[in-house]
């Protein structure tokens, strides 16, 4: 019997729709309910396409005995958090101060008023490593609840109090300087893995947005550490096991220090931002493999993500079914050499297996492995190397073996997908694919991007300029959209309309961020990642630090600094260098969690330039234009006369050629209508 999951749209709630356990969405009736029964609330927080939620709902709330447990002392609420990322943030909050580690499932118990007084994440169904059994947790909070009310409520008390306490040091002290951003460089490079890529030990995160400051630092001062940091990264990873060696696209995070192992969740979010990481790296050095990893990940958005309405989906499962019919992590990917050779035959699963790392003891698990490329072979990532470390013949038949083992893979049992459609997600997607289409004369890729923007406009923008988080199968769902929704869909706008020359998508952009500056903002620039008309809960939400994604803060930054470039706006200007002090408060401090601020930064001290082409869309000076490296600079196109951006008003042809304007800091210099002068400007 479905219980009132089934009336949701969430495909992780769904999920969790036939369990025994009698779970609630997360609604004041849930609340009630506990108010009515005495009881206290369970609060479980997961997503679509992760692993140990999975694992953790066979274990547990699949068990009728456990279910019926659950069902009498508690009112159970299972929440999506890429659904509602400010309830999750709220109570990840607590679950870090109390246990000094948080992570997915989290499993909070809360009171009737939804304060927290007992935390965890994954519980097993047997007692083990030091971790009680879920079914100890359940009857020792049940225990505490009924005989020593008081003591929860006071523990509940002083953790929402702690909570509301904490203040926020965003800098205050005005914009990141030089030397804010030279400390941030040399935080990264201590940190920096100089034998393997990347930052830190294991699991190791791919690092976008870090890599995105590095390049415009690099962009800006001629720092070879920055570019030599970026180039390191970006190789190690396109060429370890993180990175889909036949598909395209990335997996959420490698297990280890090498890259090999991936934790094999697929996100939109991750692939939109690598993708135009890797867009902008070959911008900077003309790298083949940087090429071919940016168009083989825009491939794999559009093949794999793309949805029936235009959108993109949000992740694929990590888990799918073996060939014995066990549904188990990283199936679809890992091979063994019998596999291979069963494909491609005796020489050339040969010649895989060597090429791609294929061993008969294997690299995963059961004697199977993960596909990487041999490390000694084209890992400058610079304008030298080949793409895949081989040329000519070799070449033929690295294209030969990948087309058909990919052939092969694709009669697998495939992973599923969370077909949900995230706003913010969907923003960094539009401006990774509407930048690479226009690099790489991809115009499949630019029309791709603006279908995505098309539903983002006719189903989640209201007419009252509101965002909707999410949207499944054309519908709007009925969460509102948080700061990083509003911040990252301006900035595909953006991004859209300087490549496109359609100045709608900067009308957009202005809208979705006077939002932000109506809704979102605070005192001395800070901003709230939830509106101010949002539901209340125990705290109201505000993280400047990027994780998986930018913070809404730093993407909301560089938004305003690119509006206000493209319109000349001194509010929403003034906006972004407000909310640019936490970037000089944290920048050297933490770079890693910063790197989005950090990037706005780089584009502030850069001006950032303000780019208007006199001419034709597509054409050479704009192309040119949208190929500069100049940190954040925006880009207007079209034909003179036009009312369609700001910036082109009383831009005239200069002897009747098509001309570009560039201007910074309030100075223009001389109208150009050489190409090579204007890369030059613009350090291309």
């Known amino acids: 019997m479905a219980n009132r999951l089934a009336h949701t749209t969430s495909p992780y709630l769904l999920q969790h729709a036939d369990n025994p356990v009698d779970w609630w969405p997360w609604s004041p009736e849930a609340f009630e309910e506990a108010r009515r029964r005495d009881v206290p609330v369970l609060l479980s927080v997961g997503y679509a396409s992760c692993h140990w939620c999975h694992v953790m709902a066979h274990e547990s709330f699949e068990d009728e005995t456990l279910a019926a447990r659950l069902n009498e002392h508690f009112v159970p609420v299972k929440v999506d958090r890429e659904e509602r990322p400010d309830v999750d943030a709220v109570y990840m909050e607590a679950v870090q101060a109390a246990t000094g580690q948080g992570g997915w499932p989290m499993t909070v118990f809360l009171t009737a008023d939804g304060e927290p007084f007992y935390f965890g994440t994954y519980f097993p169904p047997e007692a083990r490593h030091g971790m009680p059994s879920f079914r100890q947790v359940l009857d020792g909070v049940s225990a505490a609840w009924t005989d020593r009310r008081e003591e929860v409520a006071e523990v509940a008390g002083h953790i929402v109090a702690d909570l509301a306490g904490r203040?926020?040091?965003?800098?205050?002290?005005?914009?990141?300087?030089e030397s804010d951003l030279a400390r941030a460089l040399a935080g990264l490079t201590r940190d920096h893995d100089d034998a393997r890529g990347g930052f830190g030990g294991a699991p190791k995160f791919p690092p976008s947005m870090a890599i995105?400051?590095?390049?415009?630092?690099?962009?800006?001062?001629?720092?070879?550490?920055?570019l030599r940091?970026?180039?390191?990264?970006?190789?190690?990873?396109?060429?370890?096991?993180?990175?889909?060696?036949?598909?395209?696209g990335f997996a959420r995070y490698a297990v280890d220090a090498e890259w090999t192992v991936p934790h094999f969740e697929k996100m939109l979010y991750d692939n939109a931002l690598l993708c135009r990481?890797?867009?902008?790296?070959?911008?900077?050095?003309?790298?083949?493999?940087?090429?071919?990893?940016a168009l083989e990940t825009?491939?794999?958005?559009?093949?794999?993500?793309?949805?029936?309405?235009?959108?993109?989906?949000?992740?694929?499962?990590?888990?799918?079914?073996?060939?014995?019919g066990r549904h188990v992590e990283g199936a679809f990917y890992v091979w063994t050499p019998a596999q291979l050779r069963e494909v491609l035959g005796e020489e050339d699963g040969a010649f895989a297996a060597a090429r791609f790392g294929v061993t008969e003891a294997g690299t995963f698990e059961e004697g199977s492995s993960v596909l990487r490329l041999d490390a000694g072979e084209g890992t400058d990532g610079g304008s030298g190397d080949t793409g895949d470390g081989a040329a000519g013949e070799?070449?033929?038949?690295?294209?030969?073996?990948?087309?058909?083992?990919?052939?092969?893979?694709?009669?697998?049992?495939?992973?599923?997908?969370?077909?949900?459609?995230?706003?913010?997600?969907?923003?960094?997607?539009?401006?990774?694919?509407?930048?690479?289409?226009?690099?790489?004369?991809?115009?499949?890729?630019?029309?791709?991007?603006?279908?995505?923007a098309d539903l983002l406009v006719r189903v989640h923008l209201g007419e009252n300029g509101r965002l909707a988080r999410t949207s499944m199968e054309g519908r709007a769902g009925e969460n509102s959209g948080v700061l990083e929704d509003y911040a990252d869909v301006a900035e595909g706008f953006l991004a859209l309309a300087s490549v496109t020359g359609e100045g709608v998508w900067l009308e957009f952009a202005g809208l979705l961020l006077d939002v932000v500056l109506t809704r979102f903002a605070g005192e001395g620039g800070q901003l709230y990642d939830t509106a101010d008309d949002a539901e209340k809960l125990i705290r109201r939400p505000q993280d400047p630090t990027d994780n998986a994604t930018p913070s809404g803060w730093t993407a909301a930054a560089g938004a305003l600094l690119s509006y206000a470039a493209h319109t000349g706006s001194?509010?929403?200007?003034?906006?972004?260098?407000?909310?640019?002090g936490v970037v000089k408060a944290l920048g050297p401090r933490a770079p890693r969690f910063v790197g989005w601020g950090l990037a706005a930064a780089e584009a502030l001290l850069d001006g950032p330039r303000e780019v208007a082409v006199a001419g034709p869309v597509g054409g050479e000076l704009h192309r040119t234009a949208l190929l500069g490296r100049a940190p954040g600079a925006v880009v207007a196109a079209g034909e003179p006369g036009g009312g369609e951006f700001p910036l082109l008003v009383d831009r005239a042809?200069?002897?009747?050629?098509?001309?570009?304007?560039?201007?910074?800091?309030?100075?223009?210099?001389?109208?150009?209508?050489d190409a090579r002068e204007l890369g030059r400007r613009l350090g291309g």
């Open 298 to 324: 825009a491939d794999f958005l559009v093949r794999e993500l793309r949805t029936a309405e235009g959108g993109f989906a949000s992740a694929l499962d990590a888990d799918s079914e073996d060939a014995e």
């Open 212 to 226: 995105e400051f590095l390049l415009r630092h690099h962009a800006r001062t001629g720092s070879e550490e920055a």
């Open 653 to 673: 042809l200069v002897g009747g050629e098509p001309t570009a304007y560039v201007c910074r800091h309030f100075v223009c210099e001389t109208p150009t209508t």
């Open 570 to 580: 001194e509010a929403h200007r003034t906006a972004a260098e407000g909310a640019l």
């Open 167 to 177: 203040s926020l040091a965003h800098g205050g002290q005005g914009v990141p300087d």
């Open 277 to 293: 990481v890797y867009a902008h790296l070959w911008r900077s050095t003309g790298s083949d493999l940087a090429r071919r990893v």
């Open 394 to 452: 070799d070449a033929e038949r690295i294209a030969s073996v990948r087309a058909r083992l990919l052939a092969a893979r694709e009669l697998r049992p495939r992973p599923g997908r969370d077909d949900k459609v995230v706003a913010a997600w969907n923003g960094l997607a539009v401006a990774a694919l509407a930048e690479t289409g226009a690099y790489f004369d991809r115009p499949d890729l630019v029309e791709r991007a603006t279908e995505a």
């Open 229 to 248: 940091m970026a180039v390191s990264s970006c190789a190690a990873m396109a060429r370890g096991g993180i990175y889909d060696q036949l598909g395209g």
